[in-house]
């Protein structure tokens, strides 16, 4: 059964940066969309950041340039480390962060805007805040 983790959440000083790490375990496809939503408080789901089998990378227009997806070469064929590097955090950035897996890679389309519970394997997430 896919387990999805996340890791790296915590409170910051606006400006500052995290690193959220995300372990997609026992996942058996060589196809996927993996990614991270957000969640703050009062807020509807937002799509931060996904990649798909293909290296193609999406981001929010409230996070470009500042936040990057990426991945580890999987170490084991099953498991998949996707990290999310967090840079200039603003206070705006306070949510609970989820990561999410998927196998079908259109669900990773720019024009795309599912919501974590659209994906088929989700993490219980980690709060991130960020205070000015």
């Known amino acids: 059964q896919v387990r999805v983790v996340e890791f790296g959440g915590g409170s910051v000083q606006s400006g500052e940066s995290l690193r959220l790490s995300c372990v997609v375990s026992?996942?058996?496809?060589?196809?996927?969309?993996m990614g991270w939503f957000r969640q703050a408080p009062g807020k509807e789901h937002e799509r931060v950041a996904v990649?798909?089998?293909?290296?193609?990378?999406?981001?929010?227009?409230a996070v470009k340039g500042r936040f990057t997806i990426s991945q580890d070469n999987p170490k084991r064929s099953t498991e998949r480390t996707l990290y999310l590097q967090m840079n200039s955090l603003k206070p705006e950035d306070t949510a609970m962060y989820y990561c999410?897996?998927?196998?079908?890679?259109?669900?990773?389309?720019?024009?795309?805007?599912?919501?974590?519970?659209?994906?088929?394997?989700r993490g219980q997430g980690t709060q991130v805040t960020v205070s000015s």
């Open positions: 999410a897996a998927d196998v079908f890679p259109y669900k990773c389309g720019a024009d795309m805007v599912p919501t974590v519970f659209d994906f088929n394997y």
């Open positions: 026992e996942y058996t496809y060589t196809s996927y969309c």
């Open positions: 990649v798909d089998n293909y290296g193609t990378k999406t981001y929010a227009d």
